[in-house]
């Protein structure tokens, strides 16, 4: 640090609530009036791991709040270049270099193959998944993309491109410390790559500390965090649709709707035709819509149904 640096330690400049938002629309939905079981279900476990990724990120979070270093912290960023998005869990800025940060709070063990190839077990149960360096790689791409094109000439965005390896570097934290991590057989790039949360301040030190490191100051430092906290965007997301499109799936929505009744030589009186006359939606009032069930356990049923749906999920059965 210089003699006249002001930056003495940690700088939150973005902090996010998002997960913690979306865990109180989920735990509401939850808690309404009773739905299907299949999106019962589906709401239970995403809100189990939604509140594992919160306790992840808040460990991430504690670690980076006590570094003894300045740096500039942005939480939960997401990036933009020409249709590629980069949602970034944690982005920090030091003197030095620029860190992309993945969080995961992985569940059972993690065992990364010779090929790179992650893969979790559970007690008996096995599954590969999506490698997070890969994610932690293109989160990477976009950002380089993202500076190259605001770079001045060719020869600017040449300088940018050849240094942007020592600059900037991706790392995979996971933050449930009961996992076990099995990487000694892991290419020597991803095991660099992969570290627990207790140990991400000595990695961001030793990371400043190598000999390719350069210290580009404290005006470059503030002048990069309000660049990226800038190009940051708002994602606009409906942290329910997911939920409102499986209980369209289970409820028959989107089915085929029948404007008249089934013609029938025999049915000629008023009466009998009385039975077809839409009737009014019992939640809102509208004047229904006869649709068949196209899934789920009463396919090929009739039914009356709000024509409001799904603001309005009013639904009469049809006896034959």
């Known amino acids: 640090m210089g003699l006249f640096d002001t930056i003495k330690g940690p700088q939150i400049l973005k902090k996010s609530n998002r997960a913690k938002e979306q865990l109180v629309a989920m735990e509401e939905l939850l808690a309404a009036a009773a739905t299907h079981p299949k999106v019962v279900t589906a709401l239970e476990n995403d809100i189990t ?140 790039v991803i095991r660099e790559q992969v570290i627990r949360a207790d140990g991400l301040i000595e990695y961001i030190r030793k990371s400043n500390t190598e000999r390719d490191a350069v210290d580009h100051g404290e005006k470059n430092m503030i002048a990069l965090a309000e660049y990226y906290l800038a190009k940051h965007v708002e994602p606009k997301v409906d942290y329910l649709e997911k939920y409102k499109r499986l209980a369209a799936e289970v409820e028959g929505a989107g089915v085929e709707t029948i404007d008249t009744p089934p013609y029938s030589d025999s049915v000629d009186t008023s009466q009998e035709l009385a039975k077809y006359a839409p009737p009014k939606c019992p939640i809102c009032g509208s004047i229904m819509i006869r649709r068949t069930a196209g899934k789920g356990a009463n396919v090929g049923k009739e039914f009356w149904g709000c024509p409001q749906f799904p603001k309005c999920r009013g639904v009469l059965n049809i006896r034959g």
Not at 103 to 122: A, D, H, I, P, W
């Open 49 to 188: 791991a939604l509140k594992s990724g919160i306790f992840g990120e808040e460990a991430i979070l504690f670690e980076l709040k006590h570094c003894p270093m300045p740096l500039f912290m942005l939480h939960d960023i997401y990036l933009e270049h020409e249709g590629l998005g980069a949602q970034i869990d944690f982005l920090v800025v030091t003197r030095k270099r620029t860190f992309v940060i993945e969080c995961k709070n992985l569940y059972g063990n993690l065992t990364v193959n010779t090929q790179g190839e992650f893969v979790r077990s559970m007690g008996t149960r096995r599954e590969g998944i999506y490698s997070p360096v890969t994610q932690s790689q293109r989160h990477l791409e976009v950002l380089k993309r993202l500076r190259m094109d605001d770079k001045g000439n060719a020869l600017t965005k040449r300088l940018f491109e050849s240094a942007f390896d020592v600059n900037y570097k991706s790392v995979v934290v996971l933050a449930n410390p009961k996992t076990v991590l099995n990487a000694k057989f892991a290419p020597k």
